[in-house]
């Protein structure tokens, strides 16, 4: 005999539970209507819970007031809802795809998809008269099916206009995920669900679970990421920190405004090094002189940063020697950051006996496509 909920009055029958908030008295199964056979969610709200309180049923009230008028394929449908012994149930259209708090990897032009599907919601929301606010923008109020079809869910939280539907004496909402005046209880803005999708964008780009999200945040409440993205687009890097800049008036104003800011930005972009010459040969004119040439290494490739690094490469017929200081050779810059540099080749000739030839190779090593080149 199955313990789930018996809702055969009701004319489903519950497949199995998709998740459950047990102190908050709320449980989502997914069920069968038994009339048509459809696939539906069922989010029920059990109000006799000890724990459970009157702004429990504004929730649900609230939810049912947002999702009524909506009609979006990247929102599932309002179906109806009921009243039960113990509180209430509503009903949403199934969607199977899995929320992004379920393991995953996305490669980062499918997490820019992921990012316009996002956006395109949140236009239509932001559409609406008068506009709405989702607030509880995360991971896991996010699915994505197989095709990357995104669509946003849980609207419990939401806010229609100057209207707050989930009354609450303090802030409402996930940690990490929250801007900062939701999470102050200040006025709210189209700007302030773009901070939840930063966030989440972010989490997805770093392999960061949206549990784990304090580990990118600051003691300021600032997500530092940058550097855990080193093969990323500056374009996209700057569009994510404006996403979840901590004042609403840095971010973008919209979502409009933010999407059509990324739809021409290009996720991955790998530099080019390029070097003046691909060797270099140096003749002494008497002994002890002391040889130096210059090597170019630059980038052109747009909205990148070359880093690079050199090294003498051993060679069996030298004492041992550090990557930079060789016993006749000498590497003036080891590091390269930016689009272009120098690098400074001395020859020692002293150290040297006259009349021989010396063959090296100095490596270098970038984050470009080819990573050693020598």
């Not at 990357?148 to 609450?168: H, P, Q, W, Y």
């Not at 069996?316 to 990557?323: E, G, I, L, N």
Request: with cysteine.
């Amino acid at each position: 005999m199955s313990n789930f909920l018996d809702l055969s009055s009701h004319d489903f029958k519950v497949i199995r539970e998709l998740g459950h908030n047990r102190a908050g008295g709320r449980v989502t199964y997914l069920a069968r209507n038994q009339v048509n056979h459809q696939l539906v969610v069922i989010k029920q709200f059990q109000f006799a819970q000890r724990n459970s309180n009157w702004s429990d049923y504004e929730t649900i009230e609230g939810e049912i007031q947002v999702l009524r008028g909506l009609n979006h394929p990247g929102i599932p449908r309002y179906l109806g809802s009921f009243q039960t012994t113990r509180g209430c149930c509503l009903i949403q259209e199934y969607k199977h795809a899995p929320s992004l708090a379920v393991p995953r990897s996305f490669d980062p032009e499918e997490i820019k998809q992921i990012a316009v599907g996002l956006l395109n919601i949140l236009v239509y929301l932001q559409h609406r008269i008068p506009p709405i606010i989702h607030r509880d923008i995360k991971p896991e109020n996010i699915l994505v099916d197989e095709t990357i079809n995104v669509f946003l869910v849980d609207f419990g939280l939401a806010r229609i206009g100057d209207s707050e539907l989930a009354v609450s004496s303090v802030a409402k909402g996930t940690i990490g995920f929250m801007a900062p005046e939701q999470l102050f209880d200040k006025a709210l803005s189209k700007a302030s669900d773009l901070y939840g999708l930063g966030a989440t964008l972010i989490c997805l780009l770093t392999g960061t679970p949206s549990t784990t999200i304090n580990t990118l945040i600051d003691e300021d409440y600032c997500l530092n990421f940058q550097h855990r993205l080193p093969q990323v687009s500056l374009s996209w890097l700057e569009w994510l920190k404006r996403m979840v800049e901590l004042k609403h008036k840095d971010r973008f104003p919209d979502a409009e405004t933010a999407l059509e800011a990324l739809k021409p930005i290009y996720v991955i972009r790998i530099p080019e090094a390029k070097l003046s010459q691909p060797y270099l040969e140096l003749r002494a004119k008497k002994l002890g002189e002391k040889l130096t040439k210059t090597i170019t290494i630059c980038n052109t490739v747009p909205d990148t940063a070359l880093e690079s690094r050199w090294q003498i490469a051993p060679h069996v017929s030298d004492p041992p020697h550090t990557p930079y200081f060789h016993d006749w050779i000498r590497l003036d810059t080891a590091d390269v950051n930016g689009n272009q540099g120098l690098c400074h080749i001395t020859i020692d000739t002293s150290k040297l006996m006259a009349d021989q030839t010396y063959e090296r190779e100095v490596l270098i090593h970038t984050n470009a496509e080819h990573s050693t080149q020598g």
